[in-house]
């Protein structure tokens, strides 16, 4: 249906992935003013996360829409929100959780530039609703 799918994707990819370390440390106290901290553990238990990344956060549905040689998304720390799946469910190097204050939880843990809620439907119904 579109025309651009190939285009599109490439934009996705660009500006989920882009990392500006430079402005690091003034989101970082954006970040930690908002939740009331003094600070924010650096602590990013994903074997293969060395570097500063985004986090993408979707649904089971969008994640299983992914193809398999895409999976996880490269050079991001993906999230994938879902009420039944658990951990042993994935191959992959994600993290699951069960409810969008989990991912707030999550965020407080990990060392990362900016994160991005991709999708389905339910997905962005869920934060909207948490406002």
Excluded: H
């Excluded at 969008?62 to 991001?76: Q, V």
Aim: charged letters at 30%.
């Amino acid at each position: 249906p579109w025309k651009c799918i190939s285009l599109d994707m490439k934009y996705f990819r660009a500006v989920t992935t882009c990392v500006n370390e430079s402005k690091y440390e003034k989101l970082k106290y954006k970040r930690c003013k908002y939740l009331n901290k003094e600070t924010v553990d650096n602590v990013n238990d994903m074997p293969n996360s060395k570097k500063l990344q985004n986090v993408v956060v979707m649904g089971r549905t969008n994640w299983e829409s992914i193809p398999k040689k895409f999976k996880p998304l490269s050079n991001r720390i993906n999230v994938i929100l879902s009420r039944t799946s658990k951990k042993e469910d994935f191959d992959e190097d994600v993290y699951i959780i069960n409810k969008v204050e989990g991912l707030i939880v999550l965020l407080g843990k990990l060392n990362y530039y900016k994160c991005f809620i991709i999708g389905g439907s339910v997905v962005y119904q869920e934060f909207l609703e948490k406002k």
